[in-house]
């Protein structure tokens, strides 16, 4: 597996060679989303998910975007993280009243992360036991 290195240096910001680079980060929260014991009444859980990870996510330099589905419904509540040339990882089993912190927290932790993956020793115990897949960015390439 070949990891994407982000840690050369900025021209522009003139900062040290292995200085961490941090990179615009959004959050894609489901909102439409709900447990299989929830009601199919509106709004959904997802819904809220999106309002307590934009209240979360205030002052921390990434967007939340709320998107109508993520074709994951038999893990709901679910959302997914994706950052510029670094893996997108997709969670699910979210909990709206606990888990907006974890959602912030994750994008933090993806953004600053040299090689483009999500360390998992870092990660809250939601995005761990979540997990539902990473994707790789659109410049990936495989070593042989």
Known sequence: MRRVSLSSA??????????????????????????????????????????ATADAAIGANMAVRRVRC??????GLSAAIACERR??????????????????????LLAAATDGLMPWRDRPAALKRGLIARVPPCDYEDAE
């Open 70 to 75: 993520l074709a994951n419904c038999s893990r």
């Open 87 to 108: 893996w997108t990882y997709v969670f699910g089993d979210l909990d709206p009243a606990h888990d907006a912190a974890a959602l912030v927290e994750g994008a933090r």
């Open 10 to 51: 900025s021209a522009t910001t003139k900062e040290p060679a292995d200085a961490a680079v941090v990179v615009p980060t959004t959050i894609h929260v489901c909102i439409t989303c709900r447990r299989p014991t929830d009601p199919e009444s509106y709004p959904r859980p997802g819904a809220q998910l999106a309002r």
